[in-house]
């Protein structure tokens, strides 16, 4: 039987709508859609590059707990209400995801705060040998 296990950020977002910011299930790890919220302090830029560093910083968390690092990533998706807050923030995706190269799609949506200027979504596979 395989481990599975959830991640919590400490989110308000988990508890009131009941998720985990990640969920690991074997050699599999999850990360739900995270945006650029402290969870520290519930607060969030209004800058989108300043948004998606936060969003990495968690999604990082995340990822470490979990025993992954983003070179782990196999599959990245970002979503924006606004296609032209993209290409600022390739700089720091590169970043994270330069090396790595995991398969990846932008989406432009609405998102559920309208604070919120981009979201992002990994799915890691773990080293468990």
């Known amino acids: 039987m395989t481990e599975r296990r959830s991640i919590l950020s400490g989110s308000t977002f988990e508890e009131r709508i009941g998720y985990a910011r990640a969920v690991v299930d074997g050699e599999w790890v999850h990360v739900s859609g995270t945006t650029g919220f402290d ?33 782990d990533v196999v ?36 998102l559920a705060d309208p604070r919120m200027k981009i979201e992002i979504e990994v799915c890691a596979r773990r080293n468990t040998a």
Do not use: H, K
Not at 47 to 69: K, M, P, S
């Open 39 to 71: 969870y520290a302090t519930m607060t969030i830029s209004e800058d989108v590059v300043e948004q998606a560093e936060q969003c990495l910083r968690n999604i990082q968390d995340a990822l470490t707990e979990a025993g992954c690092t983003f070179a």
């Open 75 to 110: 599959r990245v998706r970002y979503l924006l209400p606004d296609r032209a807050d993209f290409e600022p923030c390739w700089p720091a995706l590169r970043r994270a995801f330069g090396e790595v190269r995991p398969a990846a799609t932008m989406l432009v949506c609405g």
